[in-house]
């Protein structure tokens, strides 16, 4: 797994196999205080992803019928817990797709306590294209390990000759959109759906 040195100095880490472990305690916590109007919740991201490196920050996604009324219905034990709303409320549209905008909404909370995981919690409605894509990009990569070091070697170059997060994600975004629609390919294929999602 090629991670250049220099991205110590700014935020890729190698994989750690106790990121997996991790999102399950927190998806049980999680699960504990959002009670039934949590419908579900997923570790989702690169740290999902065994042997992938990572931000050292694990995503999980809540699953929701309503995003307004969940999200005050959220707030409190969220906050309990140490996480903070923010004012992020949109996804990233892949490039091709012409769905409206607010087909890609979502309520966002971290958590950056010092001395614990970081955590992003990404709130989107169930059935909603940008909780598939999550679900999806997890998932496909799970099902070809050989791609896991491809896309961790891109990352880690880009990190280390941008130096800048949002410039990051901003140059990453395309290249999620290209494996997504690969990953699209293959979910027609074989039939993918997520589990536990009501057809």
Not at 108 to 117: D, I, L, P, T, V
Not at 137 to 142: N, S, V
Request: charge should be negative; glycine fraction near 6%.
């Amino acid at each position: 797994m090629f991670v250049p040195d220099s991205l110590a100095s700014t935020f890729i880490a190698a994989p750690d196999p106790a990121w997996q472990q991790q999102g399950a305690a927190l998806i049980h916590e999680l699960q504990a205080v959002l009670g039934p109007v949590a419908r579900r919740v997923d570790h989702i991201g690169s740290t999902s992803i065994p042997g992938m490196a990572a931000k050292p920050v694990l995503d999980l996604q809540v699953s929701v019928a309503d995003l307004d009324a969940a999200a005050a219905v959220f707030d409190k034990p969220l906050a309990a817990l140490g996480f903070c709303r923010r004012p992020y409320e949109r996804d990233h549209v892949p490039a091709g797709r012409d769905d409206p905008p607010d087909r890609w909404a979502k309520r966002y909370w971290n958590k950056r306590s010092a001395g614990e995981r970081h955590v992003n919690l990404h709130c989107r409605l169930a059935g909603s294209p940008n909780e598939r894509l999550a679900l999806l990009f997890r998932d496909w990569f799970r099902a070809h390990p050989p791609a896991v070091p491809a896309y961790a070697r891109f990352k880690g170059t880009l990190a280390a000759a941008v130096g800048d997060l949002d410039v990051y994600t901003d140059v990453k975004d395309p290249v999620v959109d290209l494996v997504v629609t690969i990953a699209e390919e293959w979910a027609a294929a074989t039939g993918w759906y997520p589990d536990g999602v009501d057809r």
